[in-house]
């Protein structure tokens, strides 16, 4: 801690996370269960990346929201789990002021994004599915560039303000942040001083960044519905509504333990019960993302399998041309060049 110079007050300096257990056997089963889960979700969603950057047919603006929001999940992944992992075998766990600054921050910031990016993507279904023949025209690429820089410059900007409101409190007191890692509200509850004004800023941009995109969201899905409703064809409307299930299903996974975090009344507030749900849409929905587009999705199954057929045909003609440069290997090949030769020799004298 450091003093406050003309006040006879200290502040931390340095933050220690207590993370979910204080038993070393309990942290060990922790730490392997957590590291499958983070190796994981950054393997799964890393291939989805490749498989989208690789696969042509896969170059539309749908892939391309969706390559963008595994870049998201990995992120904001590897924002907290390392740190956590770390956390689990060593006995101190400390961050520094600053660090925790960052990670708030950045934490903050690949979620907010991920919360617009939500419409971004529920918009892209309502035109598929509303107006098929003229999508490609209306979510051309500079359309769609745009909705994701837009996306992540709302979600970093309003990262900052969360952050800057949260951090430039005066903490004079305990620093044991009852988390996994630096969270806003966990780290506001150990401010010296009253957060009420602070509180309340913090949910005007919690309804924006997480009320107002899921409004947004289901009124799409409103029109989605109507449209899928007029088709006559039950195959096609059940096609249309498959289009849709990986959406809802990862909007779901996301947004509800986000509400209850970040909109709920300040007078409810548990730490043990905080840290569960956040998990949810911090650790569980980067793992289950790339789950559910691929079970359902049939152009991600093909692009899989055409690289993976792809991958053991290169290493196969790789195996095959380190073997032809051993001499023994030339050798049992000529030789049976030899033997194939005058098989086919002796047939012919015997015709």
């Not at 793992?287 to 991600?300: E, T």
């Amino acid at each position: 801690m450091w003093m406050i110079s003309g006040q006879n007050q200290t502040r931390v300096s340095e933050f220690v996370l207590l993370g979910f257990s204080s038993d070393p056997s309990t942290n060990s089963i922790l730490f392997i269960v957590f590291l499958l889960i983070y190796l994981s979700s950054v393997m799964g969603n890393g291939l989805i990346i490749l498989l989208i950057c690789m696969d042509t047919k896969l170059h539309n603006p749908m892939y391309f929201f969706l390559c963008i929001l595994a870049m998201l999940d990995m992120g904001s992944a590897t924002t907290t789990m390392p740190q956590m992992l770390v956390h689990l075998l060593v006995h101190s766990k400390t961050i520094s002021f600053a660090g925790c600054w960052m990670q708030m921050y950045v934490f903050c910031a690949l979620s907010a994004t991920e919360s617009i990016f939500f419409v971004v993507m529920a918009y892209d279904r309502y035109v598929a599915i509303c107006y098929p023949l003229r999508y490609t025209v209306i979510l051309n690429w500079g359309l769609c560039i745009r909705l994701a820089g837009g996306s992540l410059v709302c979600g970093f900007l309003a990262a900052l303000l969360h952050t800057f409101f949260t951090m430039r409190l005066p903490y004079c007191g305990p620093n044991k942040v009852n988390h996994y890692f630096c969270e806003g509200p966990s780290v506001r509850s150990l401010s010296c001083t009253d957060t009420h004004i602070i509180e309340m800023v913090d949910q005007v941009l919690s309804v924006c960044m997480v009320l107002t995109p899921l409004s947004l969201i289901v009124t799409s899905y409103i029109h989605i519905v109507k449209a899928v409703l007029k088709i006559k064809s039950s195959q096609a409307r059940c096609k249309a509504f498959s289009t849709c299930a990986s959406h809802l299903t990862v909007v779901t996974l996301f947004y509800v333990p986000a509400t209850y975090i970040y909109i709920r009344p300040n007078s409810s507030y548990s730490p043990e019960r905080d840290k569960q749900i956040s998990l949810f849409y911090n650790v569980f929905t980067a793992l289950l993302n790339p789950v559910v587009y691929s079970l359902r999705n049939k152009d991600i199954k093909r692009a899989f399998l055409k690289a993976y057929s792809c991958g053991l045909a290169v290493t196969f003609c790789s195996l095959t041309s380190i073997l032809k440069k051993e001499p023994y290997v030339q050798h049992v090949i000529l030789e049976q060049k030899e033997r194939t030769v005058g098989k086919l020799t002796d047939s012919a004298s015997q015709e």
